[in-house]
């Protein structure tokens, strides 16, 4: 097998060198060939072409480098996704050695073979990238086509490599010259390179001259001492650098890192536990500055001051390292081609920010590093969204986006036509031509538009324009025996925008019995803003440029622990309700501080400790850095996950803020609160050397056990801030068991709020909707709902224990609902659940019914992933327990099951899918628990959004900055709830007197004691100044209660009061009872309830809650009947025979006539009354035109 493997070998070589030999003649006897090629015998062709394909077959060809030839197709991708890439690096990557080094041309042809030029497809290639189409560049509707593609490579290809690197100089004395050389090698494409190569064009090796720097003698000159070594500084070596690092509150630094300002890498010396340092040979002059840096603190330069001859001093006190936090976001506008527009943002961090970068779509832009972002002569391509990133060497922050909208010249940013809003009309109104009790009032959409603006580079626009109401028309709508006045939007355009206040309103009381933080201290960052009152209640204006609302609550008589909540809130929707669940801090212990002490965290009754905290001997010292020696009164509080009702007493709203600057969500293990003070004085003091120690029982998700890090709350920002990692180690509990504990040390010194906490990864967001009732109309959607989603630890069986939660977020609804952020799990459904709930004001909302079977219809998700979430209300299981809240399973959609892409559960990446979702999609829904109530205005208005009101003497709410609620209680004797309705006109304004403003509707309540008692709180049209606040306008309020009713009553103050501030108002019925409204907010003592507030929703819930409760400061949603009532009926059943005439006649034929022939006699004696437009069908007459019968029907009232 050898020799013939030489042989063989010989051969071809033999072979080859002969086709060296004959190529110089290949291009002569091409010509001959081609002259002969006529003549020959066609055996004779074949037998050229059939030694040609031989020589073929052995790599025997022509090396004409010019000659080329095409690869094979190549198809590496689809166009799924972004498009479709043909990258040339990715085809060498799968084909190595398929494709030359330097293709020459390419082509590209879809897998249907058309070419790429010819599918009206925007595509790009070339030669030495490959080619590329992106989805995103298509027309609208259509996507990329799937190409392939193959390219042009020559035969023979030789090419240099890349020249090296040039090599060093060949002297190195100063002031000496000599060479650098660089080489390349030339190679090709063909198999056997060491025969058949043919040359490249060019040098293989370059040179050139190089030297060294010339020889200088140092110029640097010294006032003091002498140049050192390197020649950029002096040495006096008698003098000696003192200096000392402590914090801004005078504690010691140790281990502070010194170098000289010049040199900042290089390190002089480390500070030692009193925080001291020294430097020998340093010389104090002006230009002596030094760096000094410690972990946690923000670097800085100091300068030295000379103390005497021999010696100079530092002093450096170091300011605390604060990330980056924005407190100026760049404000969305709005502007017309060609205009100008800037974006501002500022931070603050310590130390300051160092970098703002600016970013358009997510694109970064290339900016100079100010905070304001300035752009002139606008193109409609340079809308979208705007943010800043600012940086200050520790960390980063991003904005809140802005959106900046360019419309075209000469185009309206407001259409003049009004947009489609339903109202619905009382139940006697049902109109034919839409065959439904809504009738269209249109509205103006609540966007912004592009106004004229005096300066338009401020930070903040001077004026906001947004599309308004421009001119209303007035309609009569026929009803059964009346008609009702409505005013209709018939334009808009573009004028300036309506911005109400913004108030955060609520109640701070205790998590366990309710006690009222009385008189606590309120903080928004550094700044006081308030007291809270007796009852625990605060009211907090937002900010205007207010993005983030944190606010801290801080108990000066030591009952409770600091809190800090971040509110959110809806510019839109005016003030907002929050209940504060405060936690009471726990019982002091007494500690000697001598001594090292253990103490425990998570003590829960037949449940293991969750970890401890041990504190060494000699740890605590006073804020100024002076040790204590003596007794501690030590209060060590620990908000346990394993409790699900301390939820909502967590401080902060879980998030930390990443490297890059993003807002990343935390799932606890656990928070604590630690509070050390003198015994005598009662001064906090502070700890160090400090451990924390977490048992890894207590962690039910192995992956969190390396994830997991120590956490402080920084107050000011609301976030949650990296304060130590653990590491893990063994302890025996007794001789039998071990425990694996993570460890950490820490100080506790200025922040007192600690987290154990791990950041998670797995998020999506949950599509709830709040609505008016459970009618659950797309129209009736509410806004300034605040939900909440408590996430629970995993179920048994999966990692962790079904009793634990781990964080909690709150969303406030808009117009198109709330999307919450939720953990989730895509392996198993029911890896994470959820419990939600819903407030508005100070009501909670039910929740969609899931027993005794749930309907998809009314839940508002379909199945069968309605299945696969496992939704269950509060009460699914006992009836006795109540409505407002309901749990579901996390499941992460299957974005491969159409069942699971239409909500309510979205990705944590199609948050924007979420917000923008249709009303149709799936959603989790709350309503309002409010039966047998209708209000009508003759202004159409939206409570959820004050940008609706509109300015005219017949609105309801006549100033939208200061919403004022009026209610009326009425007491009903008798064994029915009865309706009872107020109609409002004009009483005493030239302007609107006789006129509708509105009609309000309520079922009376019964008390649970007395169930032949009920009352109503009725609302009321207030009397006031009207929208041009020329004059003051008393209501004209009748109250009429349904069917047959007698007024008994009438509080003798508030009757007093109408007769010493006349007009008085006819009360000749006694089925009604009529008053021109008071101007002043009256109170219970009158059966009036006055509640004024920048929220229309809220100020009447606050009212309804004191009209319910009977007194002028409470809040009840029990009826208290007996209490703070105005006017009194008594209103009796009439049994109502089932009998017909017919039957009658049968049965008591003498009676029946008598009857009829009675009732015949009174109506020819009753005088008919003139006519009127009235809002309310005619029927409530006078008693004496009705007497009492069973054979007449009563007089129906519209229920709604």
């Not at 080329?68 to 799968?94: C, K, M, Q, V």
């Not at 056997?192 to 720097?213: H, L, N, Q, V, W």
């Not at 509110?567 to 309700?577: A, C, E, I, L, Q």
Request: with cysteine; proline share 5%.
């Amino acid at each position: 097998m050898r020799v013939g493997e030489g042989r063989m070998k010989l051969g071809r070589v033999s072979l080859l060198l002969c086709l060296l030999a004959l190529q110089q003649s290949v291009s002569v006897q091409a010509a001959r060939s081609t002259a002969a090629e006529q003549n020959q015998p066609r055996i004779q062709k074949w037998q050229r072409i059939r030694r040609n394909q031989k020589q073929g077959h052995n790599e025997i060809r022509h090396l004409n480098p010019d000659v080329t030839e095409w690869t094979s197709w190549f198809n590496i991708d689809h166009p799924g996704g972004n498009g479709d890439f043909e990258r040339l690096e990715a085809i060498r990557f799968y084909y190595r050695e398929r494709v030359c080094a330097r293709p020459r041309s390419i082509e590209a042809r879809t897998t249907e073979w058309v070419k790429a030029e010819q599918t009206g497809e925007v595509v790009h290639y070339s030669p030495d990238k490959g080619f590329w189409c992106i989805n995103k560049e298509q027309p609208e509707g259509r996507i990329c086509s799937n190409y392939h593609v193959r390219f042009q490579c020559p035969v023979v290809q030789a090419y240099w490599s890349s020249w090296s690197a040039w090599s060093s100089c060949s002297v190195t004395a100063c002031g000496d010259t000599g060479i650098q050389v660089r080489q390349r090698t030339c190679t090709n494409n063909m198999r056997f390179r060491f025969i058949m190569a043919p040359k490249c064009k060019g040098k293989a090796i370059e040179r050139r001259d190089c030297s060294t720097e010339p020889c200088q003698v140092c110029q640097h000159v010294c006032a003091v001492g002498h140049v050192n070594e390197e020649c950029n500084g002096c040495v006096c070596d008698q003098h000696l650098l003192l200096g000392t690092v402590h914090s801004t509150n005078g504690v010691p630094i140790s281990r502070s890192r010194i170098a000289m300002e010049d040199q900042p890498h290089v390190t002089v010396t480390v500070s030692d536990e009193s925080g001291s340092f020294k430097i020998p040979g340093i010389c104090a002059d002006s230009k002596t500055r030094l760096l000094i840096e410690s972990a946690r603190f923000a670097p800085s330069v100091f300068q030295a001051a000379q103390n005497g001859t021999e010696s100079s001093v530092v002093k450096a006190v170091l300011e605390r390292a604060e990330k980056p936090y924005i407190v100026k976001h760049p404000e969305t506008k709005v502007r017309f081609e060609g205009q100008r527009v800037s974006f501002c943002c500022k931070a603050t961090g310590s130390p300051p920010p160092l970098q703002y970068l600016w970013y358009h779509n997510g694109t970064l832009l290339d900016t100079k590093n100010e905070e304001t972002l300035l752009l002139k002569e606008l193109k409609n391509w340079q809308g979208g969204e705007y943010q800043c990133k600012v940086s200050n060497g520790i960390s980063s922050i991003k904005s809140v986006p802005a959106t900046l909208s360019v419309t075209a010249k000469g185009r309206r940013n407001c259409k003049s036509e009004p947009l489609q809003h339903f109202i619905k009309l009382p139940e006697n109104c049902f109109q034919k031509a839409t065959k439904s009790f809504h009738y269209n009032v249109g509205k103006c959409p609540n966007t912004r538009c592009a106004g004229n603006l005096n300066f338009d580079l401020r930070c903040k626009d001077s004026t906001r324009y947004c599309c308004g109401v421009k001119r209303m028309k007035d309609v009569e709508i026929a009803c059964q025996g009346y008609t009702l006045p409505i005013k209709v939007v018939a334009s808009c355009s573009c004028k300036k925008c309506l911005e109400p206040k913004v108030l955060i309103r609520g109640r701070a009381v205790a998590a366990d019995n309710g006690e009222p933080l009385r008189f606590g201290h309120i903080f928004v960052g550094n700044e006081k803003v308030g007291l809270t009152g007796y009852k625990g209640t605060f009211t907090i204006q937002v900010p205007q440029e207010t993005e983030r609302l944190v606010v801290q609550f801080i108990d000066k008589s030591n009952k409770f622990v600091d809190t800090v909540k971040v509110f959110p809130f809806d510019r839109k929707s005016g003030d907002v309700y929050f209940e504060v669940k405060l936690l009471r801090k726990s019982k002091p212990i007494e500690i000697d501080s001598t001594k090292g002490v253990s103490i425990p965290l998570g003590e829960m009754e037949g449940e293991d400790t969750i970890g401890k905290l041990e504190i060494a001997p000699n740890s605590f010292h006073r804020s100024n850095g002076e040790s204590y020696r003596g007794k501690v009164k030590a209060s060590v509080t620990f908000l346990d996950p394993r409790n699900i009702t301390l939820a909502m007493t967590a401080s902060s709203d879980l998030n930390f803020i990443n490297e890059e600057g993003d807002i990343l969500p935390l799932r606890t293990y656990g928070m604590f609160s630690a509070d050390f003070r003198e015994e005598l004085s009662n001064e906090v003091i502070e700890a160090s050397n400090v451990k924390v120690y977490l048992d890894t029982a207590s962690i039910k998700m192995p992956e969190h056990v390396k994830k997991m890090k120590l956490w402080s709350l920084n107050p000011d920002t609301g976030f949650w801030e990296e304060e130590s990692l653990f590491h893990i180690e063994k302890k025996k509990r007794n001789k039998r068991e071990e425990r694996t504990f993570l460890i950490g040390n820490m100080e506790i010194r200025e922040r007192r709020l600690f987290n154990l906490d791990v950041p998670e990864g797995r998020r999506c967001y949950v599509k709830v909707r709040a609505y008016m009732s459970e009618k659950f109309l797309p129209s009736e959607q509410l806004e300034g709902v605040v939900v909440t989603l408590i996430n629970l630890e995993p179920l048994p069986g999966y990692t962790a224990n079904p009793r634990a939660w781990g964080r909690f977020d709150s969303v406030i609804t808009g117009p198109n609902g709330a999307c919450l952020p939720a953990f989730c799990d895509a392996v198993r459904p029911d890896a994470y659940t959820a419990y939600v709930t819903a407030t508005l004001g100070a009501e909670e909302l039910e929740a969609a019914a899931s027993s005794p079977k749930m309907n998809p219809n009314i839940i508002g998700v379909s199945q069968p992933f309605l299945g696969k979430l496992d939704y269950r209300r509060s009460d699914h299981e006992d009836e006795q327990l109540k409505k407002t809240a309901f749990k579901i399973n996390l499941a992460k959609p299957n974005a491969n099951n159409i069942d699971e892409t239409n909500g309510p559960i979205y990705a944590y990446q199609d948050v924007k899918e979420c917000e923008e979702a249709p009303v149709s999609a799936n959603h989790f829904r709350f309503y309002k628990v409010e039966k047998d109530k209708y209000e009508y205005n003759v202004v159409p208005f939206e409570e959820n959004d004050l940008t609706s009101w509109t300015g005219n003497y017949l609105s309801w709410w006549p100033n939208p900055q200061e919403f004022r609620a009026c209610y009326i209680k009425v007491k009903v004797n008798g064994p029915l709830e009865v309706m009872v309705r107020s109609r409002n006109a004009g009483g005493t304004h030239p302007e609107t007197v006789g006129q509708l403003y509105g009609i309000r509707d309520a079922r009376s309540v019964r008390d649970m004691s007395n169930h032949n008692v009920s009352a109503a709180c009725l609302e009321f049209k207030c009397g006031g100044m009207l929208f041009d606040q020329s004059s003051v306008d008393r209501t004209l309020v009748t109250v009429i209660p349904q069917g047959s009713c007698r007024r008994t009553g009438i509080n003798n103050l508030l009757q007093e009061y109408l007769r010493r501030h006349p007009p008085l108002a006819i009360n000749n019925e006694t089925s009604a009872f009529s008053m021109l409204a008071p101007v002043d907010p009256l109170g219970h003592n009158y059966g009036i309830y006055t509640v004024t507030d920048q929220n229309p929703r809220l100020a009447k819930e606050i009212a309804i809650g004191r009209c319910f409760d009977g007194t002028s400061d409470g809040f009840s949603r029990e009826m208290k009947v007996d209490v703070g009532n105005a006017v009194t009926f008594s209103c009796q059943e009439k049994l109502v025979t089932h009998q017909s005439l017919f039957q009658r006649l049968q049965s008591s034929p003498v009676e029946t006539l008598t009857e009829i022939g009675a009732e015949m006699r009174r109506q020819a004696l009753v005088r008919p009354a003139q006519s009127r437009i009235v809002a309310y069908p005619s029927g409530q007459r006078s008693r004496r035109a009705r007497a009492p019968s069973q054979n007449i029907r009563r007089s129906e009232f519209p229920r709604q």
